[in-house]
């Protein structure tokens, strides 16, 4: 009997039109954002391969006598690499740049070209159609839309009651309605990221893509959509029309998808109120005004003097106290960022969006390591000056060939799966929950 | 028109009995209150964070020790874009653009601190302002409020007793949208009106005319609504069944709020290829190159002059470019590297100004193409105009950052100045000039706004005219 439920919702399912229509059109989302990620990807990776060449060439080139007019004014450019895992999700777009400029001259701390060159401004306002955003807020209502009537609409039509006159529990009915719905999705969504994912791999995009990133979105899919498979059914068995299964549950999928991670994040901010770049910016000038202060005290410079090695011995003396206001700087606004991701966690989309960003290597906490990396390659860089400048006759092509190289240290990916997986887990926790209180509630339904 | 205005007390009359006004009215009161919370208390830190900074940044750019000007010109000085007092409704594009900078001598630093790079979580799932909640969830609560008007009439059995009266289905349809516009109006005027002018008890200013532009922004609201009362009748009409028209609603919607802006990125994108922002550190680095050659030919020069009062400058000084502490130490009175300062700071400039441009032209086709098909989609044409007249528009911030890059100038050209009459010293800065912040024309915003509104106007009498077709048409059998 719940095989014959089963292959019954399958064949329902297939045979609507509007169904068919909706699912196809979800499928060629899903294809088309992998397939555009990995054209983004890839024009930028070319672009930063180009940059980086163009840097190398550049520092190679800069006269030996030149060395500390190198070291102050050009300074290096830094790269956060790109990883192929990034056509899963874009992640908050303009918030990292991906580049950093380190220079000795505390202004050139992180070079936001984009920000001020970028079309993007209006583009992030309107958002990216990833496949983050698919997966975390279009798929749910196409799962709803699919799953709406499949109790209420029963009920609407008065074939439940036909249906339970056989020997069928109300139990192993749910259950088979859940599981028909649930093959459609996860099957489709699933086929759909196998062919964009196929398509960008035959482009030649996704050279460094591991299959297990891709086997983790899958699960990841299957758990999340999973979620609203379970929800459908319950309201569905709550509610005595389709049109108000279908009612509640686009209300709800708006405040699991939009006003609670939004809500979450403001609420956070409001709460734990953490400093601004801004306020950050200017406390960091105030310690170089105070380093510079110092330094004019004791070597009382003359006017004309060579202001880039004072900039350069300035800039030692504020390091530590820099050090410190970014490390004050930075765990403040962690804190106000857990806090953020922890509400916004009240809703599988933020759990779903914290794990697909962090799959994508998109998240906020390894862009945050890569300022904390450029950061000691600046200071790196800065003692490395310091040390040239107090030897008696710099050899200035030694002291350019010397300058310590940056490569970035990603985070450990065994941890991220970790993590990732963790968070799989407790979505389909909550998938699990809510279809033991669907089963609940439609034991205690009146089908009269 | 009596058939409508009774058509239309029957709509308002259902709602409120049916205590669907009371549930509407209670979530509006709470977006509009959670919104405009978070806007006055954003704006409110803000505008202390700013005023306590600037303060700060002031103390130290008079406090500074003498030096000279150059150095003078390379202690900086800071550049903040000034927030307006209806950005607490509307952010618009605000959180993803620079709002400060520092004009450092040679280093046009481009604007940063963006809300998106201060909390980039906020970025990702985007604030909930009132922009958002009138552009994007009234259009839903108008889908959940509306989709049944026609077809639940008609599944009621009611539709053929009303068409059976001396009722034109035109009036018919006027007293939908009446009822419809009125429940909404009634719903959401109160804790608007409450929620626009609660901000004036937390002390922001606003001008008499930040009122009529907040006055227009509720106008656009009412049309806003009044064009989506039209696509659910149209739509409610088309179905026989109030789930198929929920249904095929809540598409529109999906379409309308996500998928047709975003669709217009994508066709953008692959039209016109924006540059990527490492295009531009590839630029930079041959713009070097270039400039070191200049530089070397000028600082040639310089020191061939040198020489002839200086003989014990050695010949291949020119190559040691880099020595600035044995310059000191021989006590020469002229910089070579400054003297050519001003000269390769203009050049370096210029030059990264037009590369600057280049890419950004780049940008700016894909964005005129990716803006003219998000106007595809009416709430594009909603949030153009009414983040025209909140101040949060790309208009304005290009406004702001064209007095940004002339102030450069000016300021630049003030130390160069100063370097240039053989001032060794700048013991007073208050002659330096600072930056002061031009309002866009009031005309301009209007002009924006108007563009926004007429385009809004035109999707309102398409859906008009669809809504009148569908339902003339429809079988209430």
Known sequence: MTRAILSHTLRLHLASRAHRAVTLLMMALVVIALVRAGTALDARRDAMALAVRAAAAEWAAVPPAAWLDAGVRQGQWLYLPERAERVLAAGPQLAPSYHARVGLAPAHRLDLADGAISWTPEASAFGDLDLGFVLVVLAPLWVLFLVHDAISGEKARGTLRIVFSHAVTRRRFLLARALGVAVIVIGAFALAMLIGAAIAALRGQLAGLEVATLGLALMLAAAYLGIYVALGVWISARTASPRGSLAVLSALWVVLTFAVPRLGTAAAYAWSPSPSSLEHEVDKRRALAEARRAYVEEHHPVAGSSWMAERVLVAQQALPREAELDAAYRAARREGRTLATRLSMVSPAGIAFAAILELAAADIARHEQFIVQADDHRRAMTAHYVRAMQSDEPDGRAVLDGVPAFSFVEPSRGDVRRRVLARIAILFAMAGALLVLAVRSFHRHDLR | ?477
């Open chain 2, 1 to 477: 028109m009596n058939a409508a205005w009774t058509i239309a007390r029957h709509e308002l009359a259902i709602a409120y009995h049916s205590r669907r006004l009371l549930l509407l009215s209670g979530v509006a009161t709470a977006l509009v209150a959670i919104a405009v919370a978070q806007g006055a208390h954003d704006h409110v830190r803000d505008r202390d964070e700013r005023a306590r900074l600037a303060a700060i940044v002031d103390a130290e750019w008079h406090g500074q020790e003498p030096r000279s000007p150059h150095a003078t010109h390379h202690f900086g000085t800071w550049v903040t874009k000034p927030r307006t007092a209806l950005s607490i409704f509307d952010r618009g594009v605000e959180d993803y653009l620079g709002q400060h900078t520092v004009l450092d001598a040679h280093v046009k630093t481009p604007l940063v601190g963006s809300t998106a790079e201060d909390d980039p979580l906020r970025a990702l799932f985007g604030g909930f302002d009132l922009g958002f909640v009138l552009a994007v969830l009234l259009p839903l609560l108008v889908v959940f409020g509306a989709h049944d008007a026609v077809a639940g009439d008609k599944q009621r059995g009611t539709l053929k007793a009303t068409l059976s009266q001396p009722i034109r289905r035109r009036s018919y349809l006027a007293g939908k949208l009446i009822g419809q516009l009125a429940i909404f109006a009634i719903a959401f005027a109160p804790p608007l009106l409450v929620g626009l002018f609660a901000p004036v008890w937390i002390g922001v200013d606003y001008q008499l005319a930040d009122v009529a532009r907040l006055l227009a922004m509720f106008a656009a609201a009412l049309v806003y609504v009044a064009l989506f009362v039209f696509v659910a009748l149209g739509v409610s009409a088309s179905t026989h069944r109030p789930s198929s028209a929920l249904a095929v609603l809540l598409g529109v919607w999906i379409a309308v709020v996500f998928l047709v802006p975003r669709a217009g990125v994508l066709v953008a994108e692959a039209v016109h290829p924006p540059a990527a922002p490492e295009a531009l550190h590839h630029a930079q680095a041959e713009l070097r190159a270039a400039i070191e050659e200049r530089r070397a030919e000028a600082f040639a020069r310089v020191v061939s002059e040198l020489r002839r009062d200086h003989p014990e400058i050695p010949a291949d000084f020119a190559v040691r470019r880099g020595d600035h502490g044995g310059r000191a130490e021989a006590g020469w009175q002229v910089d070579p590297t400054g003297v050519f300062a001003s000269e390769a700071n203009a050049l370096v400039n210029d030059e990264r100004a037009r590369r600057i441009a280049e890419v950004r032209a780049s940008g700016e086709r894909a964005q005129a193409l990716a803006s003219m098909i998000a106007l595809a989609s009416p709430m594009t044409a909603f949030q153009r105009g009414t983040s025209a007249l909140a101040g949060t528009d790309l208009a304005r911030h290009r406004h702001f950052e064209a007095q940004v890059d002339r102030f450069f100038t000016t300021f630049g050209d003030h130390f160069n100045r100063l370097w240039a009459s053989n001032v060794r010293l700048v013991t007073d800065v208050s002659h330096a000039p600072s930056f002061r912040y031009q309002p866009e024309p009031a005309a301009a915003a209007w002009a924006r706004f108007g563009r926004a509104a007429l385009a809004l106007l035109a999707f309102t009498c398409g859906a008009a005219a669809f809504a009148m077709v569908r339902i003339t048409r429809y079988d209430a059998r």
